[in-house]
């Protein structure tokens, strides 16, 4: 991979990494509680958790992404960014546009995807 190419995803995962880090502020500063005070019935109280349980999910979602983007500028560092983990093979520029987290070829990705279904 051409160094232009790192360079432009390294600054992709970077502001990639920045949005979540100030989504994930927002959340530790937002209003996020649960007090069973302030709902008038069981229903309400049930959609609120329903609510709070979704946004957990999609910030565990987040903090995945994170890891990765991490482990994608780390191997930026190394040298071995787009690089599949599985056979070595280049991963492909229109892959690492569309996903630039990805460890794996489209190949790779296709054979896992099957093993697990």
Known sequence: MKKT????????????????MVNAKKAVTGDIHLDPDDFSDEIDSASSESGLAFVGRLRERERALLQKIEASLAKIEAGTFGTCVQCGEDIG???LEARP???LCIDCKSQQEKLEH
């Open 5 to 20: 190419d790192q360079k432009k995803f390294q600054k992709m995962l970077m502001e990639q990494r920045e949005k979540l």
């Open 93 to 95: 520029l229109k892959r």
């Open 101 to 103: 987290v990805a460890s």
